[in-house]
């Protein structure tokens, strides 16, 4: 049993930036299309953004195509997620896991918070 840890979050003001990383021990993320995934106070946890196995292939939701980057390093192990002119509605607790998300424990996730 692996598991995953989100980093890069904080706090900026609107029209900013951060890349997010998703590393993870004990298990080896190239063989999995990987996804971030956002958990806003009082939502349910929604979909943002993922990356097939090769880095060939990326998918986003609607709410974030054109401004965020989902991209991988495989030899580092790592996802991430570059999220430029950031908006006052990506407020969230990001996460990362398998897209779809299934079998895996979810992460303690990393808090973004953007000021209007």
């Known amino acids: 049993q692996g598991h995953l840890v989100e980093s890069g979050g904080g706090l900026v003001q609107a029209g900013g930036s951060l890349r997010l990383s998703c590393a993870a021990s004990?298990?080896?993320?190239?063989?999995?299309?990987m996804g971030w995934f956002r958990q806003a106070p009082g939502k349910e946890r929604e979909f943002v953004a993922a990356?097939?196995?090769?880095?060939?292939?990326?998918y986003y939701a609607d709410s974030v195509k054109g401004r965020f980057t989902i991209s991988r390093e495989n030899a580092k192990n790592t996802v991430y997620l570059q999220m430029n002119s950031l908006k006052p509605e990506d407020t969230a607790v990001y996460y990362c896991?398998?897209?779809?998300?299934?079998?895996?424990?979810w992460g303690q996730g990393t808090q973004v918070t953007v000021s209007s």
């Open positions: 004990g298990r080896t993320l190239s063989d999995y299309t």
């Open positions: 990356i097939n196995w090769s880095g060939g292939s990326t």
């Open positions: 896991n398998k897209s779809p998300p299934a079998g895996w424990a």
